[in-house]
């Protein structure tokens, strides 16, 4: 799938509680500034729920739609299957990839993992990319683990895995090409863009960023 390994590059995710202002009005303005895939993940003290959160939702896919930006759900499969999203993400604490994997058919599926044995057991479950966090300490995930820099992503190309692979957890402009020099195909951010100042200028620098380190796989 080397097609999503290009969708993954810069991979915007957020949901209502993520932004100082209309999150259409963010989303626009990432995809302006070069946002290649983006994970609509509605979580949190005060997230939408029922209706609301379905017409967010639906607010935000078609925004994507129109410009050709992939749409995956997190972890909320019945939302994806109801808005025919391009995927899913899921974490260790959701369904079983492989049961998520079965309702899904042939949509995106990305599962987060946090070692050599989860990402083993999320490849033989059909997982198409992995997240891999937290690369750095975040304040966006309030029960984010420790971070680990970039050992595991190491690890799995040392050993020869391929699968499409992004970092998550406090990736700012400033060290996204860590990131990427240590064997990711891209970079997956909430704070980054949706608290910066301009959205647009800060989806623009990552973009450059990730595109100006030379990818062997
Ligand atoms: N998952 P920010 S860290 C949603 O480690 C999420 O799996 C993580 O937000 C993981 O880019 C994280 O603002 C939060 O640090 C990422």
């Known amino acids: 799938m080397n097609h999503l390994r290009e969708m993954l590059k810069v991979y915007f995710i957020m949901g209502s509680t993520n932004c100082f202002k209309d999150p259409r009005e963010v989303l626009a303005e990432s995809i302006d500034g070069g946002i290649t895939m983006f994970q609509f993940r509605e979580k949190g003290d005060g997230a939408l729920t029922g209706v609301e959160k379905f017409n967010l939702a639906k607010d935000l896919q078609s925004l994507c739609r129109k410009n050709q930006i992939p749409f995956i759900v997190n972890d909320d499969i019945e939302l994806a299957l109801a808005l025919d999203a391009d995927g899913v ?129």
Request: glycine residues 10%; positive net charge; aromatic residues 4%.
């Open 89 to 217: 993400h899921i974490g260790q604490e959701d369904e079983p990839a492989s049961v998520v994997r079965e309702k899904i058919g042939n949509k995106i599926l990305g599962v987060s993992v946090h070692s050599m044995e989860e990402a083993l057991a999320a490849l033989k479950d059909g997982a198409d990319y992995f997240g891999i966090g937290p690369v750095f300490p975040t304040k966006t995930k309030k029960d984010a683990k420790p971070s680990r820099g970039t050992t595991l992503i190491e690890e799995l190309r040392r050993k020869g895995y391929s699968t499409p692979i992004v970092g998550i957890g406090g990736i700012t402009t400033e060290n996204a090409s860590t990131v990427m020099a240590a064997g990711a195909n891209g970079i997956s951010v909430i704070s980054a863009i949706s608290h910066a100042s301009s959205p647009y200028e800060a989806a623009k620098i990552l973009r450059k960023r990730v595109e100006s380190v030379e990818k062997v796989i």
